[in-house]
Each structure stands twice: as C-alpha cells, then as structure tokens.
C-alpha cells in the first residue's frame, strides 16, 4: 500500500482549492427550517466559494420509496426552490446526485474504510430508525458513508451543516483521515465544517421541542416554500404558544420553548439577534406577535414562491438545468474516481 502513485502526492501538507458541497433530500418540499437553517447559508457563500450543491435523491430512499411520479416532482421542486432562494446553476454546480454514478462507487470503497463501530454510533441512525431497528434499511444505517463520498468525490474542503449534521460531516474526517492514513499519502482533504452567523434550529410550529421538518406527517408543524400568503398566515395564527407575553429578554424564554422558537424564527428572519428582537417585541401578547410575524415571512416567502411556481410551470427546462448541472459534477468528480481507482489498484482499461 506504500507505492507511491506518480497520480496522487505522498506529501502530508497538500493545499486543496476551496470548495463547498451541500446536499439537501427531496424527501418533501423546502420548510423553512431548511431555508433558515442551510439554503440562505447556501446562497450567501456563493460570492466566496466555488460551490456543489445536490438535490441528494439517493439519500430520500433510504427512509421509504415514493410513488415513481411524486418522487420525479419532489426532486424537481427542491431544484426549483434552491434556484428560488438565489442558487445561481449557472456559476455553481447544481444537479440531482443520482445522476452522478460517482458517489455510489465511492460510497462503496467508504463501506468498506468506515468502521461497524464509527457507524453504531450515529445519533441520526437511531433517531430516524426508532424502536424498530430492525426493519431500518441498510441503505439508512450507511447513509453517512454516501455522504461522506457526496463531500469527498469533489475533494469539497468545506461544509455547510446544521447542528445535527456534526457527527457525520466528524465520520467524514475520519473516513478521510484513515484512507489517507492506510494510503499513505493525501488523497482526500480534511474537511472543515462551516457555521456562518448563529446556527438557527426552526422548530415545528406545533412543539417547540421537535425540529420542524418536511417529512413531519402534520402539515401545520411546518412553513413551505410553496405555501400561499393566507396559508403561512393562517399556520403562524395557529402555531402553539403560551398565555404570557414576549419578554424583553432572551432569559424569559427559558422554559417556554414554543415562544423561544417564533422568537427565534422572527430574528432569524430579520437577520437580527435574539436579544435585539427582543427589545422590538418584548412585552407584546402573541396575537398582536403573530401578525407581525407572519407579515414578515410572507414579505420574504411570496416572492420565492413566486418564482419557484412559475419554475415548476415548465419541469422540463428544470431538468435541462439538473442534466447540465451532472454533466459538470461529473467533470469534477471522474478524475477523483480515476485517481482513487489507481490509488487502490483496480484494473481499468
Ligand atoms: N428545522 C431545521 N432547522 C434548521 N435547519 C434545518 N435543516 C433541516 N431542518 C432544519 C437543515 O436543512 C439541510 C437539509 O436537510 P436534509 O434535507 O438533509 O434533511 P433533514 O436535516 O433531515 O431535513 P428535514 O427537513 O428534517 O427532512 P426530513 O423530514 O426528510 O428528515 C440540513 O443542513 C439541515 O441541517
């Protein structure tokens, strides 16, 4: 394993240009806590990154397969949104991950660098699997190792996560490390997590205490991209709360998580902090707060809407976009494969 390859550095100290991959399931529509979380993340490191951003369909499969149709116009949708929200294909790399064979193939070598152990431990796995584990696709159990190969096929030095992507992005360095390790040479970078500005958590609207998310079976829990002005009106009118008053200060949250979290998502949404929320609405009743807030979401939501439902008018220039957009990838990607395949010692003709 020590035989230098003239394709790959055996040095320990080799400088890989800047580059983000990011990856989001079209395992719904985009929620708000997608877009306050990651995607306006997304959009703003465009003017400083050289940026891969995949809509990850082979990631979606591993909770349950869709009906063929729905599945088609979820991938299309979340396309769609990202380009929305201000993810321009033209200057970045945006397409669907199934169309770039790459990432299976590394995901296969990665099935075989991570260990049983390093997977045991993902909070995710457990938490997606439930009480039922043994009727959790494999496909779940191994899903951080396809997205540790979504980041490495680019050889990407930086990631945009959430909170709760942190212990995959840590398998991912790990992976990497102990490829480069028993290779004995560089091959993959290190790569770094990227946290710009207060990591926003969205809540559900209807319990403060579970993460809003697209696949939640309650409608109501969350805010869609694609929802009307009278729907995001009538979801915030509705969201659960508590009989107090906002306070002026963030400590007057502390066990109130449902007011915690519309406080949260108004900031979020004024690109202000907490505290400086606070001081605007503080001492305010939640139904003269709700108005406000859905004012606010809808001044940033209609006009994304808007765009995203004239996009969807016409699936097919979108999937003109996603072909491009693989075509691309693939170019980044089909030399990292050469390389690795030399690396290990496949025969290729
Ligand atoms: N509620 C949230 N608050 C903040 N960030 C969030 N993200 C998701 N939900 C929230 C961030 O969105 C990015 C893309 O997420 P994903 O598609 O990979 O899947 P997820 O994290 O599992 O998101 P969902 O909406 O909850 O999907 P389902 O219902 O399919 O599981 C990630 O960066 C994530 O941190």
Redesign the pocket.
């Known amino acids: 394993m020590s035989d230098a390859s003239p394709l790959t550095p055996s040095l320990s100290d080799v400088e890989f240009p800047k580059r983000i991959f ?4 079209p ?2 529509g985009m ?1 708000l ?2 877009y ?4 306006r993340n997304w959009v703003a490191m465009q003017a400083e990154f050289d940026c891969v951003y995949c809509v ?1 369909d082979w ?2 499969i591993t ?1 349950s397969f869709d009906a063929p149709e729905s599945f088609r116009t979820a991938t299309r949708e979340m396309a769609a949104s990202l380009i929305a929200c201000g993810i321009d294909p033209e200057k970045h790399i945006l397409f669907n991950q199934s169309q770039n064979p790459d990432h299976v193939e590394l995901a296969w070598i990665f099935n075989c660098v991570a260990r049983m152990g390093w997977l045991n431990r993902m909070t995710q796995f457990k938490e ?1 699997a439930g009480k039922n584990r043994e009727n959790a696709s494999t496909g779940l159990f191994v899903y951080p190792n396809l997205m540790a190969a979504d980041i490495l096929a680019y050889k990407a030095t930086h990631v ?6 942190r212990q995959h992005l840590e398998l991912t360095r790990d992976i990497a490390q102990k490829f480069n390790h028993d290779f004995e040479r560089t091959v993959f970078p290190i790569v770094e997590p990227l946290i710009l500005g207060a990591a ?4 559900s609207l209807r319990d403060g205490t579970k ?6 079976a309650s409608d109501m829990s969350r805010i869609n991209l694609r929802d009307d002005s009278d729907t995001i009106a009538a979801k915030i009118r509705k969201a659960k709360t508590d009989p107090e008053a906002l306070p002026s200060e963030p400590e007057g949250l502390a066990g109130r998580p449902e007011a915690e979290n519309l406080a949260n998502i108004y900031a979020a949404l004024r690109g202000v902090t907490l505290e400086e929320a606070l001081r605007e609405v503080g001492g305010k009743q939640f139904s003269e707060f709700k108005p406000i807030l859905a004012e606010t979401a809808i001044a940033i939501f209609a006009p994304i809407a808007e765009s995203l439902n004239r996009m969807m008018a016409d699936p097919a220039e979108i999937d003109r976009i996603l072909a491009k957009g693989a075509q691309r990838a693939r170019a980044v990607s089909n030399p990292v494969l050469a390389e690795l395949r030399e690396v290990i010692g496949f025969v290729h003709g």
């Not at 306050?36 to 995607?39: H, K, Y």
């Not at 945009?160 to 992507?165: A, K, L, N, R, S």
């Open positions: 990011s990856g989001i399931q395992s719904g929620t806590g997608n306050l979380g990651a995607i990850v990631h979606a909770a997606k945009p996560v959430g909170d709760d992507q926003t958590r969205v809540m993460k809003m998310s697209k696949s939640d």
